[in-house]
């Protein structure tokens, strides 16, 4: 099974929060990747840096990022995942992020696990796969869908 990576979990690596090679380890036989838009909510940070050598040391740590793991489009799978979850959730009356929505329609088109520190919200997506790479969590949990909102 395959593995998407949620940009938390590589905020905390960065931060030195999180052992990267450690979650990693062992689990060669699995495919690990990146969503463009992870990939630009990490650049995202990079051009938001206030000091030029803080920039440069995030600029550094996400091209190593992005020549790291292979990156997984936008395309007419995930768009259809996407608008149905987004509809799906909208009319139970839970919504999640707009970047989150993305991966969650990724991972669902694509059937991979999401790995992520901010479990809280992924955990709103029904059939969605959440792993837990938070500071003191660990272990993949099935989504479990929201009860509806009255109306």
Known sequence: MGVLIDSSVLIDYERGRLDLAG??????????FLSVVTASELLHGVH???????????SAFVEAILDRFPMLPV???????????????????????????WLAAACI????TMVTANVREFS??????????????????PATPSPRRRR
Request: charged share 25%.
């Open 109 to 112: 088109a694509n059937g991979l």
């Open 124 to 141: 709103r997506v029904p059939g969605l796969l959440v792993e837990s790479w938070g500071a003191s969590e660990a272990g993949a949990t």
């Open 75 to 101: 395309d007419l799978a995930t768009a259809r995942a996407h608008a149905q979850l987004w509809a799906e959730l909208s009319s139970d009356g839970v919504l999640i992020g707009p970047h989150d929505l």
């Open 23 to 32: 979650r990693l380890a062992g689990r060669e036989q699995e495919e690990f």
């Open 48 to 58: 938001r840096a206030a000091r030029s050598e803080l920039r440069a040391r995030r």
